[in-house]
């Protein structure tokens, strides 16, 4: 510890087993302005063109205030902001860069299916190749249908879902995020059997009124909704280790629970295992706690850095899906060659032998010395997470759902990402997101983020001990 954040002006030759390099893309040194021009102004002329001048509200930095980075570049473990300064990246694209950024086993693959051509709307035996190790590594997968985002992939299940089961209502918990698809962003209505509310102006009460939105972790709760309406429900989805309200565990029995319900109840249980998927293991959360859904949503990690998202199941249920069955769902872009190039590359890195081993020890380790930095420094934290996924939570207690997660201090929160900031380190711009590992995560940046966030956490404590 004690070693600072390395702005070397030179190539710095790391390479770990899994050939991936941590290579210092830009060579600014010292502490980083980040109020920097470059990207001031180009977030200026983008609200020109742009609603609030960014493609996904999360990336203007509303929660933490001051303007977004605008990223020029991308290398193992570092990214580069338009102003030429470097940061170790814990975003990895929210999630996909599980191998760092600009993999070059994933840029060659790239480069030789885009000689080729970039899209047919004809099948491709690449697609074919990402749908084979897709259902032989994620345990629900029959048969599986790729699609260009994680929001498709959840509003064609959710309709397969109601088409299987001829039931409209959906259970979802408050916290959990699915994309914006209409039916999931609702918030709680009050009361055991109230119905869901619109979370967003444009979302019709009907569309609201099929959709029950219980708390996380809450198996009791749960109970009681279908005991009341169990046969009315098509669905239950969830993220099976919640990530969009800072990362929160399934209680042991939570998912178990769940599983019992929907199979008593003949309701279908949906896993989006968007995070999850390939994070957790190449068989996903459902692996992990061998809980079995009859639906799972994929993406993120499947495409490798480019936009695709997959759904998939048992082949009764997805036999429904047209042209097999009448329930309609297609894409223009549907299996692109090259996200899913991206996206078979990727998987073949990630299951060379030691590779989540290797990502669970980094995490465990980031993790534990996290809390322990905190802890000295007299700020109340709960270090959550699992595998290379976390969260720091600035709260005296663990979160074990949406609630409690809100009740988080906040404004600690902003110090925090601001104090990283300025000392290369990058991590989500808000408090309700995780901190995403990557095998290009070397030891030295390891090191250098503890040593960033002892000085954050002592400001943020002034020293005091717990
Ligand atoms: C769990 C989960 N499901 C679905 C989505 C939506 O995926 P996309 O942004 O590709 O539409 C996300 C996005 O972050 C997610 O985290």
Redesign the pocket.
Known sequence: MGRRFPYHGYIILIYNIFGTRDLSPCPKKGMVNISGSKSKALFAEAQRYIPGGVNSPVRAFKAVGGDPLFISKGEGSRICDADGHTYIDYVCS?GPHILGHAHPRVMAALKETAARGTSFGAPTALELQLARMLVEAVPSLELVRLVN???EA?SSALRLARAYTGRSRIVKFAGC???HVDSLLIKAGSGVSTLGLPDSPGITPGTAQDTLALPYNDLEFVREVFARQGEEIAAVIL?PVA??MGVVLPRPGFLEGLRELTTRFGALLIF?E??TGFRLGAGGAQEYFNVIPDLT?L?KIIGGGLPV?AYGGRREIMELVAPLGPVYQAGTLAGNPLAVTAGIATLEILARPGTYTLLEERGLRLREALARLAAAAGVPVSVQGIASLFTVFFTLHPVADYAEAACCDQQRFRRFFRLLLQNGIYIAPSPFEAWFLSLAHSEEDLEATLAAAEKAFFALGEGRQI
Do not use: K, R
Request: glycine share 24%; aromatic share 12%.
């Open positions: 929210w985002s994680g929001t959840v995020y699915h994309g993220e990530a969009n989006d968007v995070i949503i993406g998202g």
